[in-house]
C-alpha cells in the first residue's frame, strides 16, 4: 500500500479577505497558519513519513517546511511545479465578490460543475490541463517499484487538490465538488494497493486537528 497524505497550505491574507490567489498570485501565510500547522504536526507524527512533496508556490513551500521541521526537519522535502495552483488568470488577486459579478458563470461553474468551466474567458488554466499535471505527477510517485510500502506528504492548494484528488478517484468532472472544497491546513488521505491503477479515499478534509472551528474564509 501506498499512502498519499494530502494537505493544502495554511490559511493566507488573500484568503481571509477572500482574494483569488492562483498559480500567478500569492500572499503571505497568517501568524495563526504556523500553530496549525504545528498542530498538523502533532496529527502526524507518529506516522512514518518517507517524503513531503510541495508546489514550489511560497505559501505551500512555507507550510511544507514548517511542516518538515515540526516533525523533527528529517524527512526529505521537493517542490514540484505540477502541484502548483490553478492559473487565474484575470482573476488572480480579485475579490470573489467582484468576480461574481463580472463572471457570474465562470465563478458558478468553478465551484460546482467544472465541466461547464471555461478557462479561456478570465485568461487562465482550464480544469483538464491542472487535472493532467497534478495527476501524472501522483502517479508517478505510486507507480514506482519501491512506492508500495511508502508514505507520502503531498502540500498544494484548494482548488488544484479537489481536482487532483477526486480525478484520481475517477470522479466525473461535472462532480469533482461533489464533496466541497478543502480547508486551510486539511489532511485528506488517500490509500492505492497496485501502483497507481486505482485510488481509495480514506478521510476527506480532517481539520479535527485544529481545534477551532473553520469557516468559510478557511475553505475553497
Do not use: C
Not at 38 to 47: C, F, N, R, S, Y
Not at 135 to 162: D, E, Y
Not at 193 to 214: A, M, P, V
Amino acid at each position: 500500500m501506498t499512502r498519499f497524505y494530502f494537505v493544502r497550505h495554511g490559511k493566507t491574507f488573500w484568503n481571509l479577505e477572500g482574494r483569488y490567489q492562483g498559480a500567478s498570485g500569492d500572499s503571505p501565510l497568517l501568524p495563526e497558519s504556523y500553530r496549525d500547522i504545528k498542530l498538523l504536526a502533532q496529527a502526524l507524527v507518529d506516522k512514518k513519513i518517507d517524503h513531503i512533496y510541495s508546489s514550489p508556490i511560497k505559501r505551500a513551500y512555507l507550510t511544507a517546511k514548517t511542516l518538515d521541521e515540526a516533525l523533527g526537519g528529517q524527512i526529505p522535502l521537493s517542490t514540484s511545479s505540477n502541484l502548483k495552483e490553478f492559473d487565474l488568470g484575470i482573476m488572480e488577486g480579485q475579490k470573489f465578490t467582484d468576480m461574481e459579478k463580472k463572471y457570474p458563470q465562470e465563478v458558478w461553474a468553478f465551484r460546482n460543475d467544472p465541466s461547464k468551466y471555461d478557462a479561456t474567458v478570465i485568461k487562465g488554466e482550464s480544469f483538464a490541463a491542472v487535472i493532467k499535471r497534478t495527476t501524472s505527477f501522483i502517479r508517478g510517485l505510486a507507480q514506482a517499484q519501491t512506492a508500495s510500502s511508502k508514505t507520502f506528504i503531498i502540500v498544494s492548494h484548494g482548488a488544484a487538490s479537489v481536482a487532483m484528488i477526486q480525478s484520481l478517484l475517477n470522479v466525473p468532472l461535472a462532480k469533482v465538488r461533489q464533496n466541497g472544497g478543502l480547508a486551510n491546513t486539511s489532511l485528506t488521505t488517500v490509500d492505492t494497493h497496485d501502483h497507481g491503477q486505482t485510488f481509495e479515499l480514506i478521510k476527506w478534509n480532517d481539520t479535527s486537528f485544529l481545534k477551532r472551528k473553520t469557516d468559510k474564509t478557511d475553505t475553497i
